[in-house]
């Protein structure tokens, strides 16, 4: 199956700027990302790093132009199977950082790549805050445990300087 192209960001220009003008201060361009090719309902895009990073630059251009107070979240980066665990690196190379307000993670590898990823965009851009947002305890079935991890996570997350945290659960255990 051929994956669809990538949407150019100036076909969707003045439906952001009319839009979402003045109503939504936070943007993250895609939840999650796969590796390139890969089609998954858990990361649903699937381009290359160069396509998200040209996506990233021109959504950061127009939502900054929208209203200055537009806050730019890069994609939460998770671990593990879709995500391509050297995308956040290579996107840093590439300059990304210069595009963004915030680097996102998502915890569902819980504090395996905090410590990383804080690192690696502290040397580029020091300083930037880290956002945690996303992650649930849904491998976990026990809900006694579940509740103190949920509580320790949120320590754990501010202990390493992250300034946002979005926790969310689901009811089908």
Not at 11 to 19: D, Q
Not at 48 to 68: F, G
């Amino acid at each position: 199956m051929k994956r669809a192209a990538c949407p150019s960001m100036n076909s969707v220009s003045p439906y952001i700027t009319a839009e979402w003008h003045g109503s939504c201060r936070f943007m993250v361009l895609h939840s999650s990302l796969a590796l390139a090719g890969v089609t998954s309902t858990l990361a649903p895009f699937a381009g290359t790093t160069k396509e998200y990073y040209d996506l990233l630059v021109s959504a950061s251009r127009i939502l900054h132009q929208a209203s200055p107070e537009n806050r730019v979240l890069i994609s939460g980066f998770g671990a593990g199977d879709p995500c391509d665990q050297q995308m956040p690196e290579d996107l840093l190379k590439m300059g990304v950082a210069d595009h963004i307000d915030a680097w996102n993670l998502h915890a569902y590898s819980v504090m395996t790549q905090a410590k990383r990823h804080k690192q690696l965009v502290h040397a580029v851009k020091p300083g930037m805050p880290l956002w945690q947002t996303e992650q649930m305890w849904h491998t976990i079935a026990d809900p006694a445990m579940q509740a103190r991890l949920t509580a320790a996570i949120q320590f754990w997350f501010i202990e390493e300087g992250f300034e946002k945290y979005f926790s969310f659960g689901e009811d089908f255990f």
